[in-house]
């Protein structure tokens, strides 16, 4: 599906938002809409570039903006994440997804490398917020700014901040090319799927009260730099509406991603 009926087909359904709104979006980043604003602190870079076929976002991190090189006002490490968000406005159910792109260096080498799909449910009190998160990291947990540690390896997780450590980690290989990753917040839970199918779910969340924000980000550890490509992100009504709309195979009939 070209980016024009993907486009149309959204419109028709009620599922892409106009610029300014916030009611859900599709973004395929020919550009970069206004309504990305930054998140925690501004990346090196966050724009539309064309790379494997089409224009795509590219997220770049730079060792100039690491924690020993930032203003004394956001020198720790809560600052190491570096990304935009995006103001979503969708009640339950809803569906973050987008498609990341797994390059040679994060997935060999001493290259330390991490970035994340998030969301936020809840209304505007920070005291009832969820924050679910599924991403991809490369360092050693127990060494993770050491780009010389012993067991560095790449690994997608999730955030559940009921487990004992927060982060899981998942068994299904990271390699190369696209991926699709998603979460879906259906009222009670956090359903959590990598390329269309379930890896994990988080029984555990408070009763949600809407999506509020979408983001995404990459991780600063300060010993390199790197970029990081993103399409397709969108935050829209769960899915399994579609269906009612015989646009059951919208999710699926993306455009062509050079895959």
Request: glycine residues 10%; without cysteine; charged residues 20%.
């Amino acid at each position: 599906m070209n980016k024009t009926t993907l486009m149309t087909t959204l419109l028709a359904a009620g599922l892409f938002a106009l610029p300014g709104t916030a009611a859900g979006f599709t973004d395929t980043f020919d550009s970069i809409d206004p309504a990305w604003t930054t998140d925690r602190y501004e990346p090196a870079g966050f724009g539309s570039a064309f790379f494997n076929g089409d224009n795509r976002l590219k997220i770049d991190i730079s060792t100039a903006d690491s924690a020993t090189n930032r203003p004394s006002n956001f020198s720790s490490g809560f600052y190491n994440t570096q990304g935009r968000k995006r103001e979503s406005g969708l009640a339950e159910t809803w569906t973050v997804s987008g498609d990341v792109y797994i390059s040679s260096d994060m997935v060999s080498g001493n290259n330390l490398r991490r970035t994340d799909l998030w969301a936020r449910d809840g209304d505007g009190s920070e005291s009832n917020a969820e924050y679910p998160i599924f991403g991809m990291r490369r360092f050693d947990p127990s060494d993770a700014f050491n780009p010389n540690a012993a067991n560095i390896s790449s690994v997608w997780r999730i955030w559940d901040g009921d487990t004992a450590n927060g982060w899981v980690e998942l068994g299904e290989a990271v390699t190369e090319g696209w991926h699709t990753l998603s979460i879906t917040g259906d009222g009670s839970s956090f359903v959590y799927k990598l390329n269309g199918a379930t890896v994990y779910t988080d029984n555990t969340v408070a009763p949600e009260a809407g999506l509020t924000d979408t983001f995404v980000q990459a991780y600063n550890f300060g010993d390199s730099n790197y970029s990081v490509y993103w399409d397709n992100i969108s935050a829209v009504p769960e899915p399994t509406s579609l269906a009612l709309l015989g646009l059951g195979g919208l999710m699926v009939a993306r455009r062509r991603r050079g895959r």
